[in-house]
């Protein structure tokens, strides 16, 4: 039997697990269908358009990753490094700190809050516990 507290994590962590994957999703979307939007503002960041698609797949197989829970951890290591990245690029140009370079910083929290919400073992591995 599931305990109620247990239940509630496991909904939360699925809400915010859920929230970060409909925003990389829609962003690797829109990569892959070489949307005007995202070569330029690829374009904007110093990037050259032919990277949009394979920043897309690289994306999107990062995403596909983190949804399936036997390889869920890989896939959330692996999109912070992607997010890293994001960071990077964007202190570079000298983008704005609270909108642009900490965005990929919210979203890595609601991808490891909401696995590790999620994910009992992850729990206990890390240093700290969720109550």
């Known amino acids: 039997m599931i305990r109620s507290g247990s239940h509630r994590q496991l909904l939360m962590g699925r809400i915010l697990s859920g929230f970060a994957v409909l925003f990389l999703v829609v962003d690797s979307v829109t990569k892959l269908l070489r949307v005007q939007a995202?070569?330029?503002g690829?374009?904007?960041?110093?990037?050259?358009?032919?990277?949009?698609?394979?920043l897309g797949i690289i994306l999107?197989?990062?995403v596909i990753v983190y949804v399936i829970p036997r390889t869920a951890v890989l896939g959330a290591l692996l999109l912070t490094g992607y997010l890293g990245g994001a960071i990077a690029t964007h202190v570079r140009v000298g983008n704005p700190l609270a909108?642009?370079?900490?965005?990929?910083?919210?979203?890595?929290?609601?991808?490891?809050?909401?696995?590790?919400?999620?994910?009992?073992?992850?729990r206990t591995f890390l240093p700290f516990r969720v109550r």
């Open 38 to 40: 995202a070569i330029d």
């Open 42 to 54: 690829t374009a904007e960041l110093g990037y050259q358009p032919g990277i949009v698609v394979p």
């Open 60 to 62: 999107a197989l990062c």
């Open 99 to 122: 909108t642009h370079v900490l965005f990929p910083v919210y979203l890595a929290v609601f991808i490891w809050g909401g696995l590790l919400l999620r994910d009992p073992a992850l």
